[in-house]
T-cell receptor, first 116, second 114 residues
Framework: EAGVTQFPSHSVIEKGQTVTLRCDPISGHDNLYWYRRVMGKEIKFLLHFVKESKQDESGMPNNRFLAERTGGTYSTLKVQPAELEDSGVYFC??????????????FGPGTRLLVL | GENVEQHPSTLSVQEGDSAVIKCTYS??????FPWYKQELGKRPQLIIDIRSNVGEKKDQRIAVTLNKTAKHFSLHITETQPEDSAVYFCAAINSGGSNYKLTFGKGTLLTVNP
């Protein structure tokens, strides 16, 4: 079974530019999550999709971040315009349809974003 | 919301020794506690998890204990090997609640010296 994939693996952009990150979840996983780890800190939740619907976006830092999941398959996270504090590693994770004892979230390798 | 504290932030042990990483959580409704291992440049991978209806779970050299009363849980690695070197994250979630987000600790960098 293919795992969660993310693209690109690295991105270096200048402040004010736009970057779009992509996540492909494990096939059949309804739940898709975005997390971010800023250097030296904890992995923090950004938002959660159930299929194409945003279930919880309480962790999104501000309106410069826009996440979409068209068709309930892959998801994109756009940062526009990027600021220095957006630098970090952006992880995507997915999990199966919610049932008892199916909480396990499988993570992608992350996109390392550096804003200069 | 939930808050997870993790200690220590760094841990260095000799090969063959044991390593213990401790986490505390704040939300008594949390009932699922996974541990993830992230090797350098790789994805976080689930290595073990525990639910609130058990106090201990073991998988070969790895064990996790949970004290619901004190709201803390710990990862124990015995007979450490150099390939155990990685960053370890604890997390907590209320799997029966209305949100699905994992709350993570800040991570522990474990170094196993040969």
């Amino acid at each position: 079974e293919a795992g969660v994939t993310q693209f690109p693996s690295h991105s270096v952009i200048e402040k004010g530019q736009t970057v779009t990150l992509r996540c492909d979840p494990i096939s059949g996983h309804d739940n898709l999550y975005w997390y971010r780890r800023v250097m030296g800190k904890e992995i923090k939740f950004l938002l959660h999709f159930v299929k194409e619907s945003k279930q919880d976006e309480s962790g999104m830092p501000n309106n410069r971040f826009l996440a979409e999941r068209t068709g309930g398959t892959y998801s994109t996270l756009k940062v526009q315009p990027a600021e220095l504090e957006d630098s970090g590693v952006y992880f995507c994770a997915s999990s199966q349809k919610r049932r008892v004892f199916q909480e396990t979230q499988y993570f992608g390798p992350g996109t390392r974003l550096l804003v200069l | 919301g939930e808050n997870v504290e993790q200690h220590p932030s760094t841990l260095s042990v000799q090969e063959g020794d044991s390593a213990v990483i401790k986490c505390t959580y704040s939300d008594s409704a949390s009932n699922y506690f996974p541990w993830y291992k992230q090797e350098l440049g790789k994805r976080p991978q689930l290595i073990i998890d525990i639910r609130s209806n058990v106090g201990e779970k073991k998988d070969q050299r790895i064990a996790v204990t949970l004290n619901k009363t004190a709201k803390h849980f710990s990862l124990h690695i015995t007979e450490t090997q150099p390939e155990d070197s990685a960053v370890y994250f604890c997390a907590a979630i209320n799997s029966g609640g209305s949100n699905y987000k994992l709350t993570f600790g800040k991570g522990t960098l474990l170094t196993v010296n040969p």
